[in-house]
């Protein structure tokens, strides 16, 4: 048969007897049933607390509760038309007064769980209505569930609901489904298949300390959800392991990074009862795992649960890096709990290496994270006259040192990536001009690849926009190509040939990997003179066209004349002034019959002055 709804941390009823409504690690909420009405107490374990919480007086006959800091909400079932069911939140403390409300569900709707966190309270019903509620009791939203309610929980500004997923199997084990909810930020954090152990129905449901969602089932297996591999569920105790009787089995309150804390109970009892008051039992974590052949399972389990506990504290680490609120997170412990993982695993390795397992030995030195534990297992596999694994050893810490070195410079390129600004230089200094990225090389792994490129040459300065395709292409690629186009300039300004059509060494843009039009996601840029005038709409720069480049062009640019330069047209017109370098030369020196060249001594030109391509 299906599994009906429960509260978690409840208990049965009992004739004339107390039970609880709610048990966990906060406190708890326990009822007796008398004639017509029933007595409520709130109890917290913390004594400690600046106020105590009256005892009420129930009406209603409370079903369902849930404990939390601000407050405790119930849950009635109806009682014909005229006592319908009824939801009431009650609050610990208030700057108001009459802040506790209650809210009356239509005649046929009964409340089936309870649960509520910081700011909300919310309640499912046996309509399969999922409401949620302010603190004040605002109706906040309401949404439908995808099965008949099994039990929920809160946590902060989590919400866990379970459904049935379908009917259960012909072997009788459930099928159910789970979601997480952010109750604040009205999104869902995650959703799936719940697992059961074989034959079994679920017994429990919480969140750990750390916010992270378990469950127990009645096989007494407790199920984390886990972040790794986009969600899974991990077996992280079983009772079966830790009981010395078969007649003892656990009653789930809760957990923590490391421990479960639950109450031992007696066969024929299976749950607690108010009085006397439950004694916690402390147990630690512990993974089923396979037996190994080195005999060392306490160790592994100890690996496990210490590899898994660090990457979760390094993910809030992330996290709070991300938020602004690095403060908040200690580094110190992280860093202990990498030494006390690098202390498991030296002794791992030592277990290894007795057993005559290199293999596994070299598995776990490429594990360790601190480079004072690499060295202890030189300092350990050397004494154990082992000297190929303290070589293969000692190869993993000089890759781990390169490696370290490589993310500094990393960092370091970080920095000028902040700038928006790096300064590639050209090999060939002859060209008298930098390339100026605006961002990091693609081989950086901190930043992007360039988007742009700025040419500075002496008369002005260009910014080309690199294409999708050139991005990614390497560092030693976008220069070659950047140099090409300072090549090409500087080989067509010293033959003369650059025209207002020619393209670059008899290459176009295109063909060296370079787009013909700045990015549209940047602003064009101007080309700017030595003088600072801006370059005139129809002229050329350095033989590139600028309607090709994309560059905004203004008022015409200032050149100096240079007298051995031809014609702006490419033409040898000898009407037009300015004479050709091999005209000049012709002048300068006269060839005799033999072929030898012979000074002119009737004409000697002025001292050319050397030309700065």
């Known amino acids: 048969t299906m599994q009906g709804p429960f509260q978690p941390g409840s208990t049965q009823p009992y004739s004339g007897r107390r039970r609880f409504l709610c048990y966990d690690l906060l406190g708890c909420i326990s009822t007796c049933e008398g004639d017509g009405y029933a007595h409520i107490e709130v109890e917290f374990h913390d004594t400690s607390r600046s106020f105590r919480v009256p005892s009420m007086t129930d009406y209603f006959g409370f079903t369902t509760a849930a404990l939390a800091e601000n407050g405790c909400v119930f849950g009635a079932p109806g009682k014909g038309e005229k006592n319908p069911s009824t939801l009431m939140y009650r609050p610990f403390s208030s700057w108001a007064n009459n802040s506790e409300w209650s809210m009356r569900l239509a005649p046929g709707e009964e409340v089936r769980a309870v649960a509520l966190g910081s700011g909300w ?160 039992s402390v147990l630690n974590l512990s993974l089923p795992l396979a037996y190994s052949d080195l005999g060392a399972d306490d160790l592994e389990n100890e690996y496990l649960r210490g590899s898994w506990l660090l990457c979760q504290s390094q993910r809030k680490a992330d996290a709070a890096v991300c938020e602004g609120q690095e403060d ?7 860093l202990k709990m990498e030494a006390d993982l690098d202390r498991c695993l030296l002794r791992l390795i030592a277990a290894a290496c007795k057993g005559d397992k290199l293999v596994r030995a070299m598995e776990l030195a490429q594990m360790l994270s601190l480079n004072k534990s690499l060295k202890g297992a030189i300092k350990l ?60 090389p693609s081989d950086s792994p901190n930043c992007p690849a360039p988007s742009s490129a700025a040419i500075s040459l002496p008369n002005g300065s260009v910014e080309i926009a690199l294409p999708s395709e050139s991005i990614s292409q390497n560092r030693s690629t976008t220069r070659d190509a950047m140099e090409s186009v300072i090549g090409s300039h500087k080989a067509a300004t010293a033959s003369g040939a650059i025209g207002k059509g020619s393209s670059l060494g008899g290459e176009n843009m295109a063909s060296m990997g370079l787009a013909k039009e700045v990015s549209a996601q940047r602003p064009q840029k101007k080309v700017v003179a030595a ?46 002034s300015g004479v050709s370098i091999l005209e000049s030369l012709k002048k300068m020196h006269e060839v005799d019959s033999d072929g030898k060249i012979k000074e002119n001594l009737h004409q000697r030109p002025a001292k050319l002055a050397k030309i700065n391509t």
């Open 531 to 576: 003088s600072g005038a801006a370059v005139n709409d129809n002229s050329d720069f350095s033989g590139v066209k600028m309607e090709s480049m994309g560059i905004t062009k203004e008022s015409p640019v200032q050149r100096p004349n240079n007298p051995f330069a031809r014609a702006s047209g490419g033409s040898n017109q000898t009407g037009q």
């Open 328 to 334: 908040l997170f200690d580094e110190g412990s992280l």
């Open 121 to 280: 309270v919310a309640a499912s019903t046996s309509s399969r209505i999922l409401r949620i509620f302010s603190e004040g009791g605002l109706q906040r939203f309401l949404m439908s569930l995808a099965g008949p309610i099994v039990t929920m929980v809160g946590h902060k500004q989590l919400l866990a609901v379970v459904t049935h997923t379908s009917s259960p199997f012909p072997s009788g084990e459930q099928v159910m489904s789970f979601m997480v909810l952010n109750v604040l930020e009205q999104t869902r954090v995650s959703e799936g298949h719940l697992p059961l152990s074989p034959g079994a129905h679920l017994a429990w449901l919480g969140f750990s300390e750390d916010g992270l969602l378990s469950s127990y089932d009645s096989k007494e297996v407790l199920w984390l959800y886990s972040s790794e591999y986009n969600g899974c569920w991990i077996p992280v105790f079983s009772a079966s392991k830790e009981q010395k009787s078969e007649s003892e089995n656990f009653w789930m309150v809760g957990l923590n990074s490391t421990q479960v804390f639950c109450v031992t109970c007696k066969l024929p009892e299976r749950q607690p009862q108010v009085l006397p008051k439950p004694v916690l």
């Open 381 to 440: 596999v050397t004494a154990m006259r082992l000297p190929a694994l303290a070589e293969r050893f000692n190869s993993i810490l000089e890759e781990k040192l390169v490696q370290e070195k490589s993310e500094l410079v990393a960092v370091q390129l970080g920095e000028k990536c902040n700038s928006e600004t790096y300064i590639l230089p050209a090999r060939n200094a002859s060209t008298n001009v930098e390339l100026n990225l605006h961002m990091l």
